[in-house]
């Protein structure tokens, strides 16, 4: 059973230039969340989607955009790169249970991320 | 908002020596709290998690209880191993929310 995967690995920008980061979920996951996880930091919540559409966003610009499709996986693109933007990316996948609502107990399960560096 | 505080590291230690982690969080209401951990180049993975006021999480001889009177949750086990070497995150969920609020992490460093 595949878990969270996520492409490409690596990559590097410069300022300026947009980036596309992609996830394909845990078998039998419809939700995905993206976090951003600057070095020696905690991950910090971008959004998450569900029935492709963003159910919550956290406190990041507009640059930050995503989109799921029917098969569930997800896209998290940025535009007009800063050197700030350098950070692990991290995608989380859960089902609706473990995701949201009061019932919700949170459980995530992450990739390995996408590691962005802008030059 | 919510909030997590969690002890800075590194934390080193022989193995087989007593751990703890200390955590601490702010939070409306009665949020889920998790601990997560992350081996050197590998993604975050729940280690455990409790979800109401008094419960115990346990995995893998980690232990960790919700105190709400406290608003702690921290980490413990009683023999460190090598491979417990990672960065552990302290995590919560508040009601009604979607996303998880972390600590900044607490690098364990266990020598042998």
Redesign the interface.
Known sequence: DAG?TQSPTHLIKTRGQQVTLRCSPKSGHDTV?WYQQAL??????IF?YYEEEE??R?NFPDRFSGHQFPNYSSELNVNALLLGDSALY?C?SSSPEL????L??????????SRLTVL | GNS?TQMEGPVTLSEEAFLTINCTYTATGYP?L?W?VQYP??????LL?A?KADDKGSNKGFEATYRKETTSFHLEKGSVQVSDSAVY?C?L?G???????????TRLLVSP
């Not at chain 1, 020696?40 to 919540?45: D, I, S």
């Not at chain 2, 180049?41 to 729940?46: D, F, R, T």
């Open positions: 969270v969340s020696g930091q905690g991950p910090q919540f998450q159910r919550q956290g991290l989380a995701a949201g609502g009061p919700g107990t949170g459980e995530l399960f992450f990739g390995e991320g | 997590v889920s998790f997560y180049g590998e993604g975050l993975q729940l998690k979800t995150f995590a969920k009601t009604g929310f979607q996303k998880l609020v972390f600590g900044t992490g």
